[in-house]
């Protein structure tokens, strides 16, 4: 059972446009919610994380949207960069357990 | 660089046989993760260990097993090993039980033959 749904899949967005990956749970005792961003044959690096008693929160070009009441949120990558292609990762962890719950992933490329 | 070290970078092995992979977490860091990746899997927690105890277990197969030493590095050991276990294997660390960042370490590819 996939309790993080991730989209889409793959996105290709041309340098200087917006990015936007949406995540969507059903688990309402999720309060913690990371992106990680992942290069090839690389580990996941932490991005930028948010909890569900704020609706956005924002890190240099990348922006987390939360909507606590459609248990779903979503990254934005402003100005997206060359540099930017990679794949990323929506999670989510309950309260009480510290155990990451992984979206699928998205592959995006951002073409010059 | 999370900090995270993972040790070998690659293993190629053969069914049935064991290995083991090693992990240091950040220096102050009591709380090691491990996880799976794989292409129909995705990324799989497995298990986590904190400050030398087991605290928690995710999709873990019976023929694998973990721990955390007094220096507080971990070691993921693989038994009885699979064509199907092939795959990316990453440790994480967070400062504490609770603490809610988690960083990874570059991984360890595991290619069963």
């Known amino acids: 059972q996939q309790q993080v749904k991730q989209s889409p899949q793959s996105l290709i967005v041309q340098k200087g446009g917006i990015s936007i990956i949406n995540c969507a749970y059903e688990?309402?005792?999720?309060?913690?919610f990371p992106w990680y961003q992942q290069f090839p044959g690389k580990g996941p690096a932490l991005l930028i994380a948010i909890r569900p008693d704020v609706s956005e929160k924002k890190e240099g070009r990348f922006t987390i949207s939360f909507n606590k009441s459609a248990k779903q949120f979503s990254l934005h990558i402003m100005d997206s960069q060359p540099g930017d292609s990679a794949t990323y990762f929506c999670?989510?962890?309950?309260?009480?357990?510290?155990?990451?719950?992984f979206g699928t992933g998205t592959r995006l490329q951002v073409f010059p | 660089d999370s900090g995270v070290t993972q040790t070998p970078k690659h293993l190629i092995t053969a069914t049935g046989q064991r290995v083991t992979l090693r992990c240091s977490p950040r220096s102050g860091d009591l709380s090691v993760y491990w996880y799976q990746q794989s292409l129909d899997q995705g990324l799989q927690f497995l298990i986590q260990?904190?400050?030398?105890?087991?605290?928690a277990k995710g999709n873990i197969l019976e023929r694998f097993s973990a721990q955390q030493f007094p220096d507080l590095h971990s070691e993921l050991n693989l038994s009885s090993l699979e064509l199907g276990d092939s795959a990316l294997y990453f440790c994480a660390s967070s400062v504490r039980q609770g603490g809610r960042e988690q960083y990874f370490g570059p991984g360890t590819r595991l290619t069963v033959t």
């Open positions: 260990y904190y400050n030398g105890e087991e605290r």
């Open positions: 688990n309402t005792a999720f309060d913690y």
């Open positions: 999670a989510a962890s309950e309260r009480n357990t510290d155990k990451l719950i």
